[in-house]
């Protein structure tokens, strides 16, 4: 059939519309301050077969996995055991299907249209507790995926309409939360609902023909304008090595190996040459390295358009199986988003030379996530207080480097706010604020980290976190400076400093307290040249102090 231009475009909003209803759907009924404050969550639209074709604002980290985790729900339930109306499927595999760590729950909902299936709603979550060995299903001296939390492989939470009574009974028997966790489970079916209502409605008002169609045109614009983009990159073969610095257990750093082949019709991405996966939960799988290099991809070449599965078309990735960013079962994956992170920046951080117009210097590269766990002071109950923290971007061709923004792996995220976090846990927060620790000078200066400080209300608590970037700075470009590091510091009531990087379930007393320390971003061109009212700017708002001016930017206060 022949559609015009006005009707498609219509559709395809539509899309992006109800991919928007959904994702708001789950930020009002969530149970957890890290869905409905943070966003850790994501949801999209794909066609029958598993195509993107919309999807709502949220993490970065689950870009891809929208269309991933679909395909390998399709694989899961072919024609012996058929998907049917009224099925949700549930998942959590990190080794396929998108995945990442067992903490992030994919809801998978198909559509039915007059017999025939026409999409998939589907929605990806963090919960804060899954169960495992730790408080929040997360350690970083977990060494298999069974101490991790429960595992759902691609099953059926509702079936036909109908509930799986077993399965949330052993949900619940399984996890620290349950209240809230069965409340994040219901969140994510409701909001698939709400999508898959307004999909029927839309192919009621303009025919499954016409919907079809406008969806095909969607996916090929996409396809087309990322190839455009692609092509502006110079051809070539480009490598470099970045490092994963620890793997829990102290040892490392382990090289990650990245050789980029850019030509007129594709961008691949080869790690072949990394090393083999740890023994700790600083791995990441091969599926979860493909999200990583498709968002990358889409920094660089569509970052303003919404995602479709035509936006990746043009970018290929090789990588054997069980290294560092191809791990296989059973390996420890919980702390993989470190590791999701170091593949983004190194194949931003080998492609910033070769087009520095388009991509800034380097960022606080790391979640910089803390678990605080411990018994609520008032209400006596148990709690989980899981959140990643927000740091400085490197500096671009056009400005500084943003501060307090959250690292790549997210997107539309935020922090929890102050009066949640006392509401919610045992602390109290004493601090919040950018700090000047030095680094990332340049023409344009890199965005300022952040400090985080709360002191401890329970009686006690234990502590978990890992921040890379401890050791290597941000990078600068274009004869930018590097920026500054990541790391956080326990300070006991006698005043006494402990400071950490990679840790789990350290135990805090009342009256303790935790400082969380995020980097500065990386400087973008040569310092010599910044404007010396942009540096009188930068003292007089504290962003940099008097002796860094002088020594970095040759500015004096009484200049």
Same mark, same amino acid.
């Given at each position: 059939?022949?559609?015009?231009?006005?009707?498609?475009?219509?559709?395809?909003?539509?899309?992006?519309?109800?991919?928007?209803?959904?994702?708001?759907?789950?930020?009002?009924?969530?149970?957890?301050?890290?869905?409905?404050?943070?966003?850790?969550?994501?949801?999209?639209?794909?066609?029958?077969?598993?195509?993107?074709?919309?999807?709502?604002?949220?993490?970065?980290?689950?870009?891809?996995?929208?269309?991933?985790?679909?395909?390998?729900?399709?694989?899961?339930?072919?024609?012996?055991?058929?998907?049917?109306?009224?099925?949700?499927?549930?998942?959590?595999?990190?080794?396929?299907?998108?995945?990442?760590?067992?903490?992030?729950?994919?809801?998978?909902?198909?559509?039915?249209?007059?017999?025939?299936?026409?999409?998939?709603?589907?929605?990806?979550?963090?919960?804060?507790?899954?169960?495992?060995?730790?408080?929040?299903?997360?350690?970083?001296?977990?060494?298999?995926i069974f101490q991790e939390g429960i595992h759902f492989p691609f099953v059926k939470v509702k079936e036909e309409g109908k509930l799986n009574q077993a399965l949330i009974k052993m949900l619940e028997a399984n996890v620290r939360l349950p209240k809230s966790t069965l409340g994040d489970l219901f969140s994510g079916i409701a909001a698939n609902?709400?999508?898959?209502?307004?999909?029927?409605?839309?192919?009621?008002?303009?025919?499954?023909?016409?919907?079809?169609?406008?969806?095909?045109?969607?996916?090929?614009?996409?396809?087309?304008?990322?190839?455009?983009?692609?092509?502006?990159?110079?051809?070539?073969?480009?490598?470099?090595?970045?490092?994963?610095?620890?793997?829990?257990?102290?040892?490392?750093?382990?090289?990650?190996?990245?050789?980029?082949?850019?030509?007129?019709?594709?961008?691949?991405?080869?790690?072949?040459?990394?090393?083999?996966?740890?023994?700790?939960?600083?791995?990441?799988?091969?599926?979860?390295?493909?999200?990583?290099?498709?968002?990358?991809?889409?920094?660089?070449?569509?970052?303003?358009?919404?995602?479709?599965?035509?936006?990746?078309?043009?970018?290929?990735?090789?990588?054997?199986?069980?290294?560092?960013?191809?791990?296989?079962?059973?390996?420890?994956?919980?702390?993989?988003?470190?590791?999701?992170?170091?593949?983004?920046?190194?194949?931003?951080?080998?492609?910033?030379?070769?087009?520095?117009?388009?991509?800034?210097?380097?960022?606080?590269?790391?979640?910089?996530?803390?678990?605080?766990?411990?018994?609520?002071?008032?209400?006596?109950?148990?709690?989980?207080?899981?959140?990643?923290?927000?740091?400085?971007?490197g500096g671009c061709a056009f400005h500084d480097g943003n501060r307090g923004q959250f690292s790549y792996a997210h997107g539309e995220s935020y922090n929890i706010p102050a009066e949640t976090r006392e509401r919610k846990y045992g602390v109290v927060v004493e601090e919040y604020a950018f700090h000047n620790e030095g680094g990332g000078y340049?023409?344009?200066?890199?965005?300022?980290?952040?400090?985080?400080?709360?002191?401890?209300?329970?009686?006690?608590?234990?502590?978990?976190?890992?921040?890379?970037?401890?050791?290597?700075?941000?990078?600068?470009?274009?004869?930018?400076?590097?920026?500054?590091?990541?790391?956080?510091?326990?300070?006991?009531?006698?005043?006494?400093?402990?400071?950490?990087?990679?840790?789990? /379930?350290? $135990?805090?007393?009342?009256? &303790? =307290? %935790? !400082?969380?320390?995020?980097?500065? *971003?990386?400087?973008?061109? /040569?310092? $010599?040249?910044?404007?010396? &009212? =942009? %540096? !009188?700017?930068?003292?007089?708002? *504290?962003?940099?102090?008097?002796?860094?001016?002088?020594?970095?930017?040759?500015?004096?206060?009484?200049?």
């Open positions: 059939m022949s559609l015009n231009k006005f009707t498609s475009d219509i559709i395809q909003d539509s899309l992006i519309s109800i991919g928007e209803a959904m994702f708001e759907t789950i930020q009002r009924t969530s149970m957890s301050p890290i869905i409905y404050e943070a966003l850790d969550y994501a949801v999209g639209i794909t066609d029958g077969e598993g195509r993107l074709l919309a999807q709502g604002n949220g993490v970065i980290t689950f870009l891809a996995a929208m269309s991933l985790v679909v395909e390998e729900t399709l694989e899961r339930f072919g024609e012996d055991n058929p998907l049917k109306e009224g099925d949700v499927i549930i998942a959590n595999t990190p080794y396929a299907g998108g995945g990442t760590h067992l903490s992030d729950i994919a809801l998978i909902t198909p559509i039915f249209y007059k017999g025939e299936r026409v999409a998939f709603t589907v929605n990806k979550a963090h919960w804060t507790d899954i169960g495992g060995t730790n408080p929040g299903s997360v350690s970083t001296v977990s060494t298999e609902d709400v999508g898959a209502e307004r999909i029927i409605k839309l192919i009621d008002k303009y025919g499954l023909e016409a919907y079809k169609q406008a969806a095909e045109e969607f996916m090929e614009y996409g396809e087309r304008i990322s190839l455009k983009e692609l092509q502006k990159i110079p051809n070539g073969v480009y490598e470099n090595t970045g490092w994963i610095e620890n793997d829990g257990f102290g040892n490392g750093p382990f090289p990650l190996k990245l050789r980029i082949t850019i030509s007129n019709e594709n961008m691949t991405c080869d790690f072949t040459g990394s090393h083999e996966q740890l023994k700790g939960p600083l791995n990441l799988s091969r599926t979860g390295l493909e999200t990583a290099v498709r968002a990358a991809f889409k920094a660089i070449t569509t970052p303003t358009l919404p995602a479709n599965n035509g936006s990746f078309k043009h970018v290929k990735l090789i990588c054997p199986e069980n290294t560092i960013v191809s791990a296989k079962s059973p390996a420890p994956i919980s702390v993989y988003y470190e590791v999701f992170l170091a593949a983004i920046d190194l194949l931003l951080r080998t492609l910033g030379p070769v087009v520095p117009e388009k991509l800034p210097a380097g960022h606080f590269r790391s979640v910089c996530v803390t678990y605080i766990s411990g018994i609520h002071p008032v209400t006596n109950e148990f709690y989980v207080q899981a959140e990643p923290l927000s740091g400085g971007w340049g023409e344009f200066q890199g965005g300022n980290g952040q400090y985080l400080t709360f002191k401890v209300l329970s009686d006690e608590a234990f502590l978990t976190g890992a921040f890379l970037g401890y050791s290597i700075p941000t990078w600068g470009l274009n004869e930018g400076k590097e920026g500054s590091y990541n790391y956080f510091t326990v300070i006991r009531t006698d005043g006494t400093e402990e400071q950490y990087n990679i840790v789990t /379930n350290v $135990k805090l007393n009342k009256g &303790d =307290k %935790v !400082k969380l320390v995020t980097a500065t *971003g990386g400087g973008y061109g /040569n310092p $010599k040249n910044r404007p010396l &009212d =942009k %540096v !009188k700017w930068d003292v007089k708002n *504290g962003y940099i102090t008097k002796e860094q001016a002088l020594e970095h930017y040759n500015f004096s206060p009484v200049q």
